[in-house]
């Protein structure tokens, strides 16, 4: 049982990316998909939640930037990220959770995270 991310790599300031989030092992329609990000020395923050419903909650200063959708019948979630910022270069991650957790420690699975650089 896992999930595993895909769709990092290097892209200049202003360009778009869309991260995909795989599970395998188990079925996503019973889990709350969160996506997070680490940037080196910063703590990992969390970006957005997308709930079973597919209600969805992107952190403020995300918003009108990064969206999340989830395809249950492919059993992956996505990240869509527009207008990227040379502060958006991080190691992005998503996770699973019935609930979307709040601490990070209450989600149940993580991936190993994706690369994901903004640079000229």
């Known amino acids: 049982e896992q999930v595993v991310e895909s769709g990092g790599g290097l892209v200049q300031p202003g360009g778009s990316l869309r991260l995909s989030c795989a599970a395998s092992?188990?079925?996503?329609?019973?889990?709350?998909i969160g996506w997070f990000r680490q940037a080196p020395g910063k703590k990992r923050e969390k970006l957005s939640c997308i709930r079973r419903d597919d209600s969805e909650h992107i952190v403020e200063v995300m918003k009108g930037r990064f969206s999340a959708s989830r395809d249950n019948a492919k059993n992956t979630a996505y990240l869509q990220m527009n207008n990227l910022e040379a502060e958006d270069t991080a190691v992005y991650y998503c996770?699973?959770?019935?609930?979307?957790?709040?601490?990070?420690?209450?989600?149940?699975?993580w991936g190993q995270g994706t690369q994901v650089t903004v640079s000229s």
């Open positions: 996770a699973a959770d019935p609930w979307c957790g709040a601490r990070l420690e209450e989600w149940d699975y």
């Open positions: 092992g188990f079925t996503l329609d019973y889990y709350a």
